[in-house]
């Protein structure tokens, strides 16, 4: 038996092809404009609502710069009973770099005179400070220095408005009974 075959009406391959070619016209049309706000998203010309890119914000951030300032060695009269202990100890402190000096420095040591730094002496104070609130027992317990360094830190930012800590390191640390 043969199998009945199927009459197209007149056109209707046409049909099929305008179809096709209708959507055709409309994935290049989107995809034409998805690849346009892709490039102008990625060359920086347009941002996201959430902001500026990772990618773009990582690149144009820049380094912190930052330096060591060790302050002179501290000797202090811990809040142990009796007032027999005492810490011996050494800072070093990593700050945010400032701009460069008004030129007091250089001013001084013109006339022969050494400049006093007015951020290590405000960062000595604070630490004297801290340092003679502390006993013994707390300063040696497993978690004593790096609490120390917080109680630090927070001191420094503090005291000294204009300096922006970013680390507090021990170079030397004795603790006497």
Known sequence: MAAPSVKTPKGGSSLVLMIGL???????????????????????????????????????AEPVKTRL???NPLLVNLADEGGAGYLRVEI???????????????KAAEKGKTAVNEDEV????????????????????PEGKSQLKDSLRKAFGASASNVKVVDVMFTEFLVQR
């Open 22 to 60: 209708s959507l055709l016209m409309v994935f290049l049309v989107l995809g034409g404009i998805g690849g346009a706000g892709f490039w102008l998203v990625k060359s920086g010309r347009v941002t996201l609502p959430g902001g500026v890119p990772a990618v773009q914000a990582a690149a144009k």
């Open 92 to 106: 070093v402190v990593r700050v945010v770099d400032a701009p460069a000096a008004s030129g007091k420095e250089e």
């Open 122 to 141: 405000v960062m000595r104070d604070a630490a004297l400070g801290v340092l003679s609130r502390e006993t013994s027992d707390t300063l040696l317990a």
């Open 69 to 71: 300032m060790a302050l």
